[in-house]
């Protein structure tokens, strides 16, 4: 099978032989034919499958085939962040090289009179974060009424990170007729409960199994005390020299702190979270692409919207609060077929939340040790402790930033999930976009 015999035309399946594609993905091969029909559909596959391309061909054989109704934007694509927006607009660009569409991406974090200035010109096609699109509105920058179709990409991120609210402001103001289009790499039971209300009759494609692993990538866990953690992840780097990893942690100051302490080391690192200006994460990404900077630091904001062709390596330097988060962690290797190695450096604290994620996966991940890092046997198996907040209340925690425009795509809001660090709903302590 390949992109043409979908039902793609000329032009579009050479902007994907540009890109090094000649094979639809098996969540490509279902949905695009899907798409194509003009039905709604609520698509499910692992991270790393190819779901962008899987909605935006389609959809760019549709502009060209459909005449417009408007003047306005036709496409209205929601992500939850900036990075994961980015990624998606320039996914949008490079399929349509060889045609007239018109594209945009807004996202909070960087000066709206640019945006304002360029949707002014019009687009057929908008990427966009929700808490900025909800400004431009307020704005009168924006109009939704010639949006034919509507796509919600990752949304389950978007309902963990508490944009609920705008989601549904927006789904009110869309055309009542248009195409509805949910792509994710799991389907909640909150998500399914939003489909319910969105979707018109959709065809359904779950091509994995939910929140399983990708058999691409090759899992471990080092045990080791906390205090020893960053002196073992250094060892590993200059032992394995390793020139490219992804490093997650809990917190944006855990991120920073690490970051220092590797640099004292002598490996070059910098950090990506929430508090960054937009500007410095897009330095931070772009360096480690080129080889700048061999560990990029990354809170959970990242484990969405980064796409790092052939990364080799992922350390979950601490563990996720959620299990379902270590699988969207690892899943930024082993993409598209490529082999990927996935370590997490494990303390007695996080025993607990070792055992969740190995119930999620339905797998006990192997053990490994180094010689000078063994952890003390009889450590206690305490709980890890909590992120600290900076005030507490309703979206204060972790000390993001409340106001829309700053914090690229709207405020993290409580789920009301009270204070069990083990719900699938923290949002009030997830960091902002």
Same mark, same amino acid.
């Given at each position: 099978?390949?992109?043409?015999?979908?039902?793609?035309?000329?032009?579009?399946?050479?902007?994907?032989?540009?890109?090094?594609?000649?094979?639809?993905?098996?969540?490509?091969?279902?949905?695009?034919?899907?798409?194509?029909?003009?039905?709604?559909?609520?698509?499910?596959?692992?991270?790393?499958?190819?779901?962008?391309?899987?909605?935006?061909?389609?959809?760019?054989?549709?502009?060209?085939?459909?005449?417009?109704?408007?003047?306005?934007?036709?496409?209205?694509?929601?992500?939850?962040?900036?990075?994961?927006?980015?990624?998606?607009?320039?996914?949008?660009?490079?399929?349509?090289?060889?045609?007239?569409?018109?594209?945009?991406?807004?996202?909070?974090?960087?000066?709206?009179?640019?945006?304002?200035?360029?949707?002014?010109?019009?687009?057929?096609?908008?990427?966009?974060?929700?808490?900025?699109?909800?400004?431009?509105?307020?704005?009168?920058?924006?109009?939704?009424?010639?949006?034919?179709?509507?796509?919600?990409?990752?949304?389950?991120?978007?309902?963990?990170?508490?944009?609920?609210?705008?989601?549904?402001?927006?789904?009110?103001?869309?055309?009542?007729?248009?195409?509805?289009?949910?792509?994710?790499?799991?389907?909640?039971?909150?998500?399914?409960?939003?489909?319910?209300?969105?979707?018109?009759?959709?065809?359904?494609?779950?091509?994995?199994?939910?929140?399983?692993?990708?058999?691409?990538?090759?899992?471990?866990?080092?045990?080791?005390?906390?205090?020893?953690?960053?002196?073992?992840?250094?060892?590993?780097?200059?032992?394995?020299?390793?020139?490219?990893?992804?490093?997650?942690?809990?917190?944006?100051?855990?991120?920073?702190?690490?970051?220092?302490?590797?640099?004292?080391? =002598?490996?070059?690192?910098? /950090?990506?979270? !929430? &508090?960054?200006? $937009?500007?410095? #994460?897009?330095? @931070?990404?772009?360096?480690?692409?080129?080889?700048?900077?061999?560990?990029?630091?990354?809170?959970?904001?990242?484990?969405?919207?980064?796409?790092?062709?052939?990364?080799?390596?992922?350390?979950?330097?601490?563990?996720?609060?959620?299990?379902?988060?270590?699988?969207?962690?690892?899943?930024?290797?082993?993409?598209?077929?490529?082999?990927?190695?996935?370590?997490?450096?494990?303390?007695?604290?996080?025993?607990?939340?070792?055992?969740?994620?190995?119930?999620?996966?339905?797998?006990?991940?192997?053990?490994?040790?180094?010689?000078?890092?063994?952890?003390?046997?009889?450590?206690?198996?305490?709980?890890?402790?909590?992120?600290?907040?900076?005030?507490?209340?309703?979206?204060?925690?972790?000390?993001?930033?409340?106001?829309?425009?700053?914090?690229?795509? =709207?405020?993290?809001?409580? /789920?009301?999930? !009270? &204070?069990?660090? $083990?719900?699938? #709903?923290?949002? @009030?302590?997830?960091?902002?976009?």
């Amino acid at each position: 099978m390949d992109f043409s015999s979908l039902g793609l035309s000329e032009k579009l399946v050479r902007a994907t032989a540009d890109q090094g594609y000649d094979t639809p993905s098996p969540i490509q091969a279902q949905a695009i034919p899907a798409v194509l029909s003009g039905k709604d559909v609520m698509a499910a596959a692992q991270t790393g499958t190819g779901k962008t391309a899987g909605f935006t061909l389609p959809l760019l054989q549709r502009l060209a085939e459909t005449p417009r109704k408007g003047s306005g934007i036709r496409v209205l694509i929601l992500t939850p962040t900036r990075e994961l927006a980015a990624q998606v607009a320039a996914s949008v660009e490079l399929y349509s090289r060889y045609m007239p569409t018109t594209s945009a991406v807004v996202f909070g974090g960087v000066k709206i009179n640019p945006q304002i200035a360029k949707l002014r010109r019009g687009v057929d096609v908008l990427v966009a974060t929700p808490g900025r699109l909800m400004d431009l509105h307020q704005q009168g920058a924006v109009r939704f009424d010639s949006v034919e179709t509507l796509v919600l990409d990752e949304a389950d991120r978007m309902l963990d990170m508490g944009f609920i609210r705008d989601i549904r402001k927006i789904l009110a103001l869309l055309p009542k007729q248009r195409q509805n289009l949910m792509f994710s790499a799991t389907f909640s039971g909150d998500i399914r409960k939003l489909a319910e209300g969105m979707l018109n009759n959709p065809v359904q494609i779950e091509v994995a199994v939910r929140n399983a692993t990708a058999e691409s990538v090759e899992q471990s866990v080092y045990p080791v005390e906390q205090s020893q953690k960053s002196a073992l992840l250094s060892q590993l780097v200059r032992k394995h020299e390793w020139q490219q990893v992804l490093v997650f942690t809990r917190t944006k100051h855990g991120a920073n702190r690490l970051t220092q302490k590797l640099e004292k080391d =002598g490996i070059t690192a910098a /950090a990506i979270h !929430g &508090n960054k200006s $937009q500007g410095a #994460r897009t330095r @931070a990404l772009d360096d480690f692409k080129k080889g700048g900077v061999r560990v990029l630091v990354a809170t959970d904001i990242a484990a969405r919207g980064l796409d790092i062709k052939q990364l080799p390596q992922v350390v979950n330097f601490e563990l996720p609060n959620v299990p379902e988060d270590y699988v969207h962690r690892i899943g930024r290797t082993g993409r598209a077929g490529e082999v990927g190695h996935a370590l997490s450096l494990v303390s007695a604290d996080e025993n607990r939340m070792l055992a969740g994620i190995e119930r999620l996966i339905k797998k006990q991940l192997p053990r490994k040790t180094m010689e000078g890092f063994e952890p003390d046997p009889t450590a206690s198996n305490r709980p890890a402790p909590r992120p600290a907040s900076n005030g507490g209340g309703r979206g204060a925690g972790n000390g993001q930033n409340r106001g829309r425009s700053g914090n690229g795509g =709207g405020n993290v809001r409580s /789920a009301g999930t !009270g &204070n069990n660090p $083990q719900s699938r #709903r923290p949002s @009030a302590r997830r960091e902002t976009a």
